[in-house]
């Protein structure tokens, strides 16, 4: 659909899940629950439900596990979401470009046992667009930026506007949910205005609190901020980009209306249940994020596969790799080996090293993993589905193999992802 961005003066041509952006969606935890999936766009598609822990036939990745549904065909997914939190879904087909485009919604399942403990919450979509004055579209995806740290937009957004304003009562005990839905920005996030904001949740996932104190919320990545709101009308917290030596303001929260008494309320979800590993009985997995060419192995693979190169869907450009295998494209009907081949209910640690000079948020389908430690920083442990790994880091996590399946593992800059940055972890 053709819809005018913020600043342009003309429209631009528009991917939106129910002519919505976002589109937000609520659910219940462990309620079944059911999308019908409607093709309207002039290519296949299918919905990836990013960060949910559903079944592996309705994971969403074209012909892993379920054929892209191609225009004017419908699917039908349908799931029990296990884990309460904030969630988003989008396409794995043309990924940067549809993402470009605004196809992108969020799922937000919700926990009977927070019920009361928030006043008031902001569901905050943060997104880029790399559109002209005129509407049109550059590039989505550029050599020198899928080489790098990716190809930024100039038109940056909350939830589709410029710096929108928001209101919250006086002393309201307030929950932001924030999503990074763009292909390639990392921000680091701010409360400027708000006492001791605190994340409560990470990829939608209750941790012990922490303070927001610049969290790098790489793409895909969400977090939830709490806060208690000044008691005074008219006070003003802005939420805020530090990651430039001049903070670039994003959204504005105004208080406003009748005040509330929250002064002295703990900021705290109940606590997270996952499949907890077992780290002294786990196996370690060594993942290697480096600089990419075509591995001789996976041309030798295909060789003896009967498939060609070609076949494999691949890019004409291979700027990024895992374990030295190089896996570009947008399509996954062919696919080369298994990074790894784990046992579903067995526990591993995974040790992520990055080898060059960009971040890669590095995201797991089909499950939810412990971060575990830095080797650069302290970082609090936490469960998430996409953790940001900077250069030179070496990052470890847990988790327990889920579900019999093929589960991507792949660096949401989306740039990254279509030249090389793309694997699948393999569970029997």
């Given at each position: 659909m053709s819809r005018t961005l913020p600043g342009n003066t003309g429209p631009s041509t528009l991917w939106l899940y129910n002519e919505n952006y976002p589109l937000v969606i609520r659910t219940k935890r462990n309620?079944?629950?059911?999308?019908?999936?409607?093709?309207?766009?002039?290519?296949?598609?299918?919905?990836?439900?990013?960060?949910?822990?559903?079944?592996?036939?309705?994971?969403?990745?074209?012909?892993?596990?379920?054929?892209?549904?191609?225009?004017?065909?419908?699917?039908?997914?349908?799931f029990s979401p296990p884990?309460?939190?904030?969630?988003?879904?989008?396409?794995?087909?043309?990924?940067?470009?549809?993402?470009?485009?605004?196809?992108?919604?969020?799922?937000?399942?919700?926990?009977?046992?927070?019920?009361?403990?928030?006043?008031?919450?902001?569901?905050?979509?943060?997104?880029?667009?790399?559109?002209?004055?005129d509407g049109s579209f550059a590039d989505f995806l550029t050599d020198g930026g899928a080489a790098r740290a990716g190809t930024f937009g100039d038109l940056r957004t909350v939830n589709g506007e410029v710096m929108p304003t928001l209101t919250v009562p006086p002393g309201a005990r307030v929950r932001l949910r924030i999503l990074n839905v763009d292909s390639t920005r990392i921000p680091m996030l701010n409360l400027r205005g708000a006492a001791n904001p605190v994340v409560i949740a990470t990829d939608g996932n209750a941790c012990d609190p922490f303070a927001l104190n610049g969290w790098r919320l790489g793409p895909a990545m969400r977090a939830d901020v709490a806060f208690i709101a000044p008691t005074k009308t008219g006070a003003e917290i802005v939420l805020e980009d530090v990651f430039s030596t001049r903070p670039r303001p994003l959204a504005k929260l105004v208080t406003a209306g009748d005040g509330l008494r929250s002064t002295k309320a703990v900021l705290r979800l109940p606590?997270?249940?996952?499949?907890?590993?077992?780290?002294?009985?786990?196996?370690?997995?060594?993942?290697?994020?480096?600089?990419?060419?075509?591995?001789?192995?996976?041309?030798?693979?295909?060789?003896?596969?009967?498939?060609?190169?070609?076949?494999?869907?691949?890019t004409q450009k291979v700027f990024w790799s895992i374990n030295r295998q190089a896996w570009p494209g947008a399509a996954h009907d062919r696919k080369p080996p298994p990074l790894f081949e784990l046992k579903s209910g067995k526990s591993y640690v995974a040790e992520l090293f990055n080898g060059t000079p960009h971040q890669h948020p590095m995201h797991l389908h089909g499950h939810t993993f412990r971060v575990l430690s830095s080797s650069e920083r302290d970082l609090p442990p936490h469960w998430a589905d996409t953790v940001l790994v900077r250069p030179k880091e070496r990052i470890r996590i847990g988790f327990v193999a889920g579900q019999p399946g093929d589960w991507m593992f792949h660096c949401h800059i989306i740039e990254h992802q279509e030249t090389g940055m793309m694997g699948y972890l393999r569970v029997t």
């Open positions: 309620e079944p629950f059911t999308a019908e999936f409607h093709n309207e766009l002039r290519e296949h598609s299918t919905i990836h439900w990013h960060g949910v822990r559903v079944p592996y036939g309705m994971d969403g990745v074209p012909y892993m596990p379920h054929d892209p549904v191609k225009p004017g065909d419908s699917f039908t997914y349908h884990d309460p939190g904030t969630f988003f879904f989008h396409p794995h087909c043309n990924t940067v470009e549809a993402l470009g485009r605004g196809l992108a919604g969020v799922l937000i399942v919700e926990d009977p046992r927070d019920q009361g403990l928030f006043d008031l919450e902001h569901v905050l979509v943060l997104k880029d667009w790399r559109s002209r004055p606590a997270a249940e996952l499949p907890m590993p077992d780290l002294k009985a786990a196996t370690t997995l060594d993942i290697q994020l480096l600089a990419g060419s075509l591995d001789p192995a996976l041309e030798t693979w295909a060789k003896q596969n009967g498939v060609s190169i070609d076949e494999l869907c691949l």
